[in-house]
């Protein structure tokens, strides 16, 4: 049961990345998946998340209009769109699941700490 992540490279300001997050060994339409930022020596933060149990998706004031969550069921990954990328997007990017048992987070859908699964990040690198 893992989460892989890829994507992240090193772009200048106003690109473009689309970050992905692929489930092995389980199928998680039954999960809030989240993608959370950290920068060394700073706090996390969260980005974005999707309970795709429902569809709901959440972002943070500081990606919302620039940066889209969405899934390919078939494949098993959720995606991170970043458009419009500035010097302080710059982090370590990693997804998280939580599994719902059947309920729905909503929109309220990061995973709770600790995650059931954590991937282990993928650095996006935003250059001025």
């Known amino acids: 049961v893992q989460l892989v992540e890829s994507g992240g490279g090193l772009v200048q300001a106003g690109g473009s990345l689309r970050l992905s997050c692929t489930a092995s060994?389980?199928?998680?339409?039954?999960?809030?998946i989240g993608w959370i930022r950290q920068v060394p020596g700073k706090g996390r933060e969260g980005v974005s998340c999707i309970d795709v149990s429902d569809g709901a998706t959440y972002s943070a004031d500081s990606v919302k209009g620039r940066f889209t969550i969405s899934t390919d069921n078939a494949k098993n990954t959720v995606y991170l769109q970043m458009n419009s990328l500035k010097p302080e997007d710059t982090a370590v990017y990693y997804c998280?699941?939580?599994?719902?048992?059947?309920?729905?987070?909503?929109?309220?859908?990061?995973?709770?700490?600790?995650?059931?699964?954590r991937g282990q990040g993928t650095q996006v690198t935003v250059s001025s």
């Open positions: 998280a699941a939580e599994r719902l048992y059947g309920g729905s987070y909503g929109t309220d859908c990061f995973p709770r700490e600790p995650a059931d699964v």
């Open positions: 060994g389980f199928t998680f339409d039954d999960y809030a």
